[in-house]
């Protein structure tokens, strides 16, 4: 039987060094992917013993926090409705918004080389989180959850010179702290509460691009403020969409500043016919229109149109162009001013290891979307902002748009409303009590 | 003298890991202030059960076995006391169990050695041992529990919240009439001269003795087991005598192609049971790519997967992982607790104990005075060895889940029971001083 004995044990030999080969393959080579599936507690459990840090809003006001004794810290969020900016921390369903954002400074890893965390590890002094501030304003963001209340849609207000983000609501929302409870009805929801409707959901823009293609229009001069054109009778025909004026004029000819009050859709539908595909095109990539606003959250843009085959459509907002509440507020904010388009900004200084606060630059340059005398020549035209419908996909829904800016001359604050619901008299409240509230002394 | 001092060594880590144990709450506080904790009294407990177990054991083998194997002990008791460390650090309330279990286990080690004399009482009953073995195994059908409350009710008892799953003594006692069965008809199974028939010896002429009707006995008893262990869905079992099977008739038999028989047939019946068995399907499933369902039924192997990431080279330290994430991880998955606390290094001490103890019964085997003796110490080292390797495979992913305990070191009474029996027979089988039986 010697033989037999003599294999089976190489046998036995081979099979557990083989099952040692496999070991070290999960425990060395796929260490590094496998510690940082979204499915693994343990760095998160850490932060039950080195409290995560603080996010603040820009006056210092808590947004988010770690509570509790060492060994048992929970993270709190003192302004739950928040949630679709700051985001989520969870064991169970990782990270989320800002908390994933600027997960490095929070969690306290960062400007740590990986060795230094190592030998933290091994001495149990892992660096605590750091705090971050934000650029929001609790007090405006206050006023804009309220503003919003129960409707379905979202609202971004921001400082129009610097490009600071104020406010940034998006309802409905959640309630981060009692996260883990309820994900599994958070993400079955068809409104969609999880979802940043502000920053990375892409809205159709209907008549809310009427000032831009009026801009554009005077600056390339195929135009004038005179200019009389025909809207009686024949509706702007758009596939089976059939657009007309807001309001009905009283007379069949009327001029740019008369369309643009009352939301007539075809002057500008011929305008951005004649403005043709290559100046469309400069526009909106000179609106940034085209790429994802670059805020460190999650943004998007959508799919470059086909500018040759519908300009037309897109002068009229029904075109393939998208855009989230975002795009339009910057936008806005370059009327609002001299034509300068300022680059957005949602966190603003973070925490050093040394306990200082380092301001956080902007990853944009501001950029000349319009002469200076085009933007006033337009901004003379929207006292009180500018509101207009879009129709959106398939079934025809409705989505109500405001955009305005706040003091008349040389406008500091400038707000994108929309509305799911397509209420644009209550758009216009919304966001015209914003700017108010805002511009209050 | 070698035994002693290799014990000495594992009571050194018990003891080392004991008062890793204690320190956890300070070093998780980083701080020595009284006020975090109250030092843990018992796990002073535990340690001095484990100590005087292994003190009786030594003592008593040397009384009774003076020529037997010096590895067997220290690397049983230090695998137990491993594992004994590692749950009470998961679950203390099963640490207190497996504790108690440990002294029934040892004092089934003592009374295997004490009276295990020649073995031939073994022998000569040996279909009454595997009948008794099949009998409590059938009873988990009409009055089987689960000590969990639900699932496979693979357990007896209940009396005194103690619980015995018969299928822990069956693998032994499969082993035993293998073992027994084999030696005896070992010749006039296997014999070359004779041709393969399948007609009975009468009708045949001269020579040519069929090999079948003495080959009968053996696949209806394993057939028993095998049908038995299926019909629970207790595919760890089922797949255990499957291997330990195939082994021994390859020892008995020096036939390559029983091996390769075996293979095909595994192969065969693992089909058989993917299209047959829902239970065999979703391991199956879980194990070729976990990666799509890891929050559903994968959850146990990736939680696992990155229990042994999360361990790295030299692990995270006695009570500094987080290996409870990983569900039921003081039983079926200590393994991965063992990863993430004692890292690739612990990983390869436990794997390298175990090919220690595998090996040393094959050389046991190898030394051993007649067939019986060498098929039933091979067998058991066998067993022992398919067994840590099936659950060790199905923790790290290299085949599919088995539910079967890792050896010495998982939670579980009747296995930690077995497993002591088991070495209790194999320190007997080593001892060459006992008088030549006859």
Known sequence: MSPQLHRLGLFFLLAFAGMALAAGYWAVVEQESLLARADNPRRLLLERRFPRGAIFDRTGAVLAESVGAPGNYARHYPYPTLAPVLGYVSAFYGLAGVEAQADGVLHGDAGYEAWQLKWADILGLRPSGRAVRLTLDLQLQTAADRALGARTGAVVLIDAASGDILALASHPSFNPNTLD??????????????????????????????????????????????????????PFLFGELELDCNTRPYHISISLPEALQLGCVQPFAELAERLGARRLE??????????????????????????????????????????????LALATAALGRSGQLPPPRLLEATQTISGAWQPVTPSD???????????????????????????????????????????????????????????????????QALLAEANAP | MRERF??????????????????????????????????????????????????????????HLPGHDAFLLPI??????????????????????????????????????????DLRWLRRYRYT??????????????????????GARLWLGGLAGVFLQPVEPLKLLLVVFLAAYLAERREQIFTPSLPLSTLPP?????????????????????????LLVIAQRDLGAGALFFGVFVVMLYLASGRVWVLGAGAALLVLGGVGAFWLFDVVRVRVEAWWNPWTDPTGRSFQIVQALIALAAGGMVGAGPGLGAPTLVPVAHSDFIFAALAEEWGLAGMLAALSLMAALVLRGLHIALNARNPFNQLLAA????????????????????????????????????????QFVMIGLLLRLSDNSVKRET
Request: charged share 10%; net charge neutral.
């Open chain 2, 6 to 63: 290799l014990l000495s060594l594992a009571g050194l880590f018990v003891i080392a890991s004991t008062a890793a144990l204690a320190l956890i709450p300070f070093a998780r506080a980083n701080t020595w202030a009284a006020e975090v904790a109250e030092w843990d009294l018992r796990f002073l407990f535990f340690p001095l059960i484990w100590l005087l177990c292994a003190l009786a054991a030594y003592v008593i083998t040397n009384n």
């Open chain 1, 282 to 327: 400069q526009l909106f990539g000179d609106l940034r229109l085209l790429r994802a606003p670059n805020i460190g959250l999650p943004t998007t843009a959508s799919q470059p149109p086909n500018f040759e085959k519908e300009a037309g459509a897109l002068g009229a907002g029904q075109g393939s162009l998208t855009l989230t509440p975002l795009h």
């Open chain 2, 76 to 117: 049983t008791f230090l695998l137990s006391g491993w594992g004994l460390a590692l749950i009470w650090r998961l679950t203390p309330n099963f640490g207190w169990r497996q504790t108690l279990w440990l002294a029934v286990a040892t004092l089934a080690l003592i009374l295997t050695v004490r009276f295990a004399g």
């Open chain 1, 181 to 234: 409870e309820n994900w599994s009805t958070l993400v079955a929801d068809p409104a969609a509460p999880l979802l940043n409707r502000a920053t990375f959901a892409l809205y159709q823009p209907g008549g809310a691009l009427q000032p831009f293609i009026l801009a554009a229009a005077l600056q390339t001069q195929i135009s004038t403020l005179d200019e009389v054109f025909q809207v009686g009778g024949q």
């Open chain 1, 365 to 431: 340059n501001p950029v000349a979307a319009f002469t200076p005398s085009v933007a006033a020549q337009v901004r003379a035209l929207l006292p009180n902002g500018h509101a207009a419908y879009a129709v959106a996909g398939r079934e025809g829904r409705t989505l109500a748009w405001f955009t305005g800016f706040a003091p008349q001359e040389n406008a500091r604050f400038a707000v994108a409303v929309v509305l799911e619901d397509g209420d644009l008299a209550a758009a216009q409240e919304i966001g």
């Open chain 2, 202 to 226: 009468s009708a045949s002429s001269g020579q040519a003795v069929s090999r079948f009707p003495y080959f009968l006995p053996l696949l209806l008893m394993w057939s028993f087991s095998m």
């Open chain 2, 129 to 150: 041992w595997l009948t008794l073995g099949l009998a409590l195994t059938a009873l988990t059908f009409i009055i089987g529990v689960n000590p969990e409350g639900s």
């Open chain 2, 379 to 418: 067998g058991l080292a066998t067993l022992t060895g398919l067994q840590a390797l099936l659950i060790i495979g199905g923790v790290i992913k290299v085949i599919p889940l088995t539910g079967v305990t890792f050896p010495f070191m998982s939670y579980g009474g009747s296995s930690l029971a077995a």
